[in-house]
């Protein structure tokens, strides 16, 4: 095969691999990506007794695989990764770099693309090539209600966290072939600034608000603690769950882990149901990947009133009530 | 003494947006602005720390001259010292320039910091990035996202969770934190205290030419990226307005959109016939 103009990068992000999908959708779009602009998709793996996840990388569409597998390497860790894949960086030259936006990619990606002093793109929901062969890279803005595109026309290589469930992986293909470069563990690595004292993977609990398929909202114009314990009846008729704003939080209308908003926490329920809440920024930053969204609240002008599909111009507590007698009448079981 | 610094950016307040049709970034000026949320809970951690351990609390912003008002804020609720990083050449500029122009506003100003306080993200355009890239500009370690810290002679013990874990890290400073907003909850600025702040004179305005930068380094020029457009999502919604009583409204509902919700909670949601 001929040697290709380009390569595009995926960084292997397989910490919580079970969940997290977003290496291998990106490994997917990449191989769009490279039909436009005559590259290689090469995937990077650092850490300990990786193979496997070299291996699913290569059957989920990486030709080529850089590998640094050291016993230092066995936690992730920012300040040793930014400098593997900076010298990796400079050595191939690749026109795109590709990371999940993780917690870790988010943190980890910045780090790399000031050393490297070229641009990046946070969080994004779209990437394309355009007719002069730049990666456009489309990001929200404002909790999503706006959504800008950016190039990074003149630096290279072209960096992009991408945030996890927009594009659909290829599937699994065991005849895939790859390519395994193996790289050595630099022995001049950053001292232990650092220092890891504890990992602990949380329970499950925390992904039941953000996997629900429905999630019933409540804020402060539920009116009291009292009318808000109505919607866990409503999410539980509904078979969902239950979110709040910050300032029910704040008044223990909730416990903290059903806060919903910016950098808390992130739903994407098909149907959201949302109660008394006015749609600060904070708020609708966390419910920008909701589908169906019925707001009730007083004020027909709420933010939250003109995000929605179906706005209820009435008091939030009457009609959590109304809503729970209707389904029981109406469900059968 | 605990020397702080804590970044800060003034946002927009509003949802209607004036965007600069050319350059395709926001005309600040033309906006109402605020302290952008997660600022405020970086600087509730510092005047945490401030008050157990005889701090120093240094609020700096990069922005247009509005932004003073976020620095007068921060002097209500407890900063010591203010820098306003401001000049027209600093515009547009992308989080690799802003990183490299609050770098070197720092090291002439307030080189001698043990620790750098900044918000997770901004609430307009949510990158996350200006704090990690900071920290790669001043060469000193950082931890993004905290959500408890504590001193310890010149360590800091933090937690946080990254990505479904609990983790608990030492950071030697000076070092740099960015602070999630779900632990520190803001204080409120008495209105005697925003009035006092509003009569103190003391703040330090430094413009491209103070901080030894030309017009290529800061701002739009000094960026890597640039914005080709901006969009509201495509399939906006119909946004269906109900009135009327709630019983009434409820049936409504379901008479329109039974399947759509029963679709996703797998129940038909037909009445009756």
């Known amino acids: ?333 | 003494m605990l020397k702080m610094i804590v970044c800060m950016k003034q946002v927009p307040m509003v949802s209607d947006l004036p965007w600069d049709p050319i350059t395709g970034t926001l005309t600040r000026g033309a906006a109402e602005g605020m302290m952008n949320p997660a600022c405020k809970h970086a600087l509730e951690a510092a005047l945490l720390l401030k008050e157990k351990h005889d701090g120093h609390i240094t609020a700096i912003t990069m922005g247009p001259p509005s932004a003073e008002e976020i620095l007068r804020e921060a002097i209500a609720l407890g900063a010591d010292r203010c820098l306003m990083v401001s000049d027209p050449k600093m515009a547009g500029a992308d989080t690799l320039a802003t990183s490299f122009t609050l770098a070197r506003a720092i090291e002439i100003f307030c080189p001698d910091f043990d620790l750098i306080l900044c918000g997770c993200h901004t609430s307009d355009s949510e990158t996350a990035q200006v704090g990690p890239q900071l920290s790669e500009e001043l060469d000193i370690p950082s931890i993004a996202s905290v959500e408890s810290l504590e001193l310890r002679e010149k360590t800091l013990r933090i937690t946080r969770v990254s990505d479904h874990f609990l983790e608990t890290l030492e950071m030697d400073l000076p070092g740099l934190v960015t602070i999630a907003t779900g632990r520190f909850i803001p204080r409120y600025a008495s209105m005697a205290g925003l009035g006092d702040a509003f009569q103190d004179p003391g703040i330090l305005t430094v413009g491209a030419r103070d901080l030894g930068l030309d017009e290529h380094d800061v701002g739009l020029k000094g960026s890597a990226t640039r914005i080709l457009d901006i969009f509201t999502p495509v399939g906006r919604k119909e946004n269906i307005v109900l009135t009327g009583a709630p019983k009434k409204i409820v049936e409504e509902l379901f008479e329109r959109f039974d399947d759509a919700i029963g679709s996703v909670i797998r129940k038909d949601l037909k009445a009756e016939k």
């Open chain 1, 1 to 333: 095969m001929a040697e290709k103009k380009h390569s595009i990068w995926v960084f292997g992000d397989y910490r919580n691999y079970f969940q997290n999908r977003v290496t291998l959708q990106l490994l997917s779009r990449a191989n769009d990506l490279a039909k436009m602009i005559d590259a290689e998709v090469c995937a990077t793996v650092f850490g300990h007794e990786v193979d496997e996840w070299v291996g699913e990388y290569i059957a989920h569409g990486a030709s080529k695989v850089y590998v640094c597998d050291h016993p230092a390497l066995t936690f992730y860790s920012t300040d040793i990764y930014v400098v593997l894949m900076e010298r990796l960086v400079r050595q191939y030259g690749p026109e795109i770099i590709l990371v999940g936006a993780t917690s870790f990619g988010r943190e980890f990606a910045p780090r790399l693309a000031k050393r490297l002093k070229t641009g990046l793109t946070a969080d994004c929901v779209g990437l394309d090539i355009n007719d002069e062969g730049l990666l456009v890279q489309t990001a929200p803005a404002f909790g999503g209600s706006l959504l800008t595109r950016i190039v990074t026309p003149e630096k290279r290589p072209q960096m992009a966290t991408v945030r996890p469930g927009v594009f659909q992986e290829i599937p699994h293909n065991y005849q895939a072939a790859g390519e395994i470069v193996n790289v050595p563990l630099p022995d001049d690595l950053p001292g232990d600034r650092i220092r890891l004292v504890s990992s602990e993977r949380q329970a499950a609990r925390e992904q039941k608000l953000g996997d629900a398929s429905v999630v019933v909202c409540g804020g402060r114009g539920m009116g009291s603690r009292k009318k808000f314990r109505n919607l866990y009846e409503l999410a539980r008729v509904l078979g969902g769950e239950v979110g709040a704003t910050r300032p029910v939080v704040y008044a223990k209308w909730a416990d903290e882990d059903a806060l919903v908003g910016q950098a808390d926490k992130h739903i994407s329920p098909k149907v959201l149901f949302s109660f008394g809440i006015s749609g600060a920024i904070q708020h609708t930053a966390g419910i920008k990947n909701a589908g169906f969204i019925i707001a009730v609240n007083k004020n027909p002008n709420a933010a939250m009133m003109k995000m929605a599909d179906v706005a209820i111009v009435a008091d939030a507590g009457q009609v959590c009530t109304a809503l729970i007698r209707e389904l029981k009448k109406r469900i059968r079981s």
